[in-house]
């Protein structure tokens, strides 16, 4: 078998070091076989060496969104792992084989010989850093699926329960107009004077209410109407009493007195159901509107914004998640607008809501508030979770870094927020303790 020094000798990453310190690197190091299949890094566990890929072929895969996402793949003479060992933190991503491979496993303590070699650390950040760029690249684009995902599901789950609602209110409504139709035959040739209601006014306790229901239920009954107490609903909310209703079929024979009362009561839910498909479509517009609004379509990409506005639409958009969250807002009435990107800044407002959501498990108080002040406006996101450990506060902004159990995130969320708010002229800080945390975003506000 080829030597380790040998190997490391080949190639160009290695090729120009001193003798000493490849003797000293291969020392430490050693040759592995890895099966199809195996892996050899695990996301989220610590870092104790790195790998440099003889033959073979390993990829990088992360979950992310509830799936596994494939980040690169690791050729001979390419090194993986040195990421998380520069960093003193742990595995951000998960490394296997593709294919039966041989390695060299660096650990770490002669990854640390390797550092003191200036051409060593150079090549080894041009390397992370583009090995960065396009991991980055990666995810983002698999966050805004998954998001992109998370919101048609949601906005399927909106959507179906008005669709529903109109398609079941529209049945009733072709029954109803069945049934009005033949009431209305009925009454041909009668004398009856189908009088207005006036200014009759809604029955206002429910106690009352109940009462004239009743009241008018028994009185449809002792006429022979088979379906009184369907009826009587929908007489009381249009604001009809018994009084009124005897006076309104007075005009009418005995015969066609069933008759005319029983197309009051019709054409009263008639109507009641037409509301409902008015309240129906209503919310249908007004959650297509939010989506419009939210995504900024047809708009232009950076212009004044009303920071309210798009804080409700993702409140909208996310109330799936706050099921079970109690939210308050308190919006100063005369809040500055900013210059901003929409789609971006409804990023940030979607990112810091949804932590906040999963820092609280779902359950909890969520207070978002927006104020001016001075040349600036401030939002603070504040949620009643167990906050943050002080010992990673400072590095919540970084990239790939998150507080979250390994594949429930992918550590850009406030990395993005970060660089969005940094974009637009603002600044973000944290506030955070064991009751809960409070983000601040500060933006330039136009005035």
């Known amino acids: ?137 990666t995810l983002r684009h698999e966050e805004r699926m998954a998001a992109l995902g998370k919101m048609a599901a949601q906005l399927m789950h909106e959507l179906n329960n008005p669709a529903a609602a109109v398609t ?33 006014g809604a029955i206002k306790s429910a106690l009352e209410r109940g009462d004239v229901e009743a009241s008018v239920a028994e009185w449809l009954t002792e006429l022979g109407i088979t379906d009184a107490w369907e009826l009587a609903p929908a007489l009381i909310e249009d604001g009809w009493t018994r009084d009124e209703l005897v006076d309104a079929v007075s005009s009418a024979d005995e015969d066609h007195r069933p008759h005319l009362a029983r197309w009051l009561g019709l054409s009263a839910a008639t109507e009641q159901v037409v509301g409902e498909l008015a309240i129906g479509a209503r919310r249908i517009s007004e959650l297509v509107r939010v989506v419009k609004e939210y995504s900024f379509l047809d708009r232009a990409p950076i212009q ?11 409140l909208v958009l996310l109330k799936h998640k706050l099921t079970d969250v109690e939210v308050t807002t308190d919006f100063a009435e005369d809040l500055h607008r ?74 850009l969320g406030l990395h993005t927020v970060h660089n969005i708010v940094s974009r637009t002229g603002g600044t973000i800080q944290v506030d955070t303790s064991p009751s809960g945390t409070t983000f601040e975003v500060r933006l330039p506000a136009v005035t």
């Open 1 to 137: 078998m080829t030597s380790t020094a040998d190997i490391l000798r080949g190639l160009p990453y290695f090729s120009d070091l001193s003798d000493d310190l490849l003797d000293r690197v291969c020392d430490l190091s050693e040759q592995i076989d890895i099966s199809e299949g195996n892996v050899i890094i695990h996301e989220g566990t610590d870092s104790e060496e790195m790998y440099v890929v003889v033959d073979g072929e390993l990829v990088v895969t992360k979950q992310s969104g509830g799936r596994e996402v494939e980040l690169g793949r690791i050729a001979p003479g390419d090194v993986v792992g040195e990421i998380a060992l520069l960093d003193e933190a742990p595995r951000t991503a998960t490394v296997s084989a593709l294919r039966a491979t041989r390695a060299i496993r660096v650990p770490v303590a002669a990854f640390e010989e390797l550092l003191g070699d200036p051409r060593v650390v150079r090549r080894m950040f041009r390397t992370v850093t583009s090995r960065l760029r396009g991991i980055e690249e």
């Open 168 to 200: 079941r209110t529209a049945q009733e409504l072709a029954h109803l107009q069945d049934e009005l139709a033949a009431e209305t035959r009925a009454l041909a040739g009668s004398p009856a004077e189908i009088r207005p209601r006036n200014d009759r």
């Open 338 to 411: 900013v210059e901003a990107a929409g789609r971006d800044l409804n990023q940030v407002w979607t990112n810091l809501i949804d932590n906040a959501s999963d820092a609280m498990g779902g359950e909890g108080a969520l207070a978002i508030t927006a104020r001016n002040v001075g040349d600036e406006v401030v939002v603070a996101v504040t949620d009643t979770g167990h906050g943050i450990p002080k010992d990673r506060v400072d590095r919540i902004f970084d990239p790939f870094f998150t507080t979250k159990e390994p594949g429930k995130g992918t550590g």
């Open 304 to 314: 004044e914004i009303d920071p309210i506005a798009g804080i409700n639409d993702t």
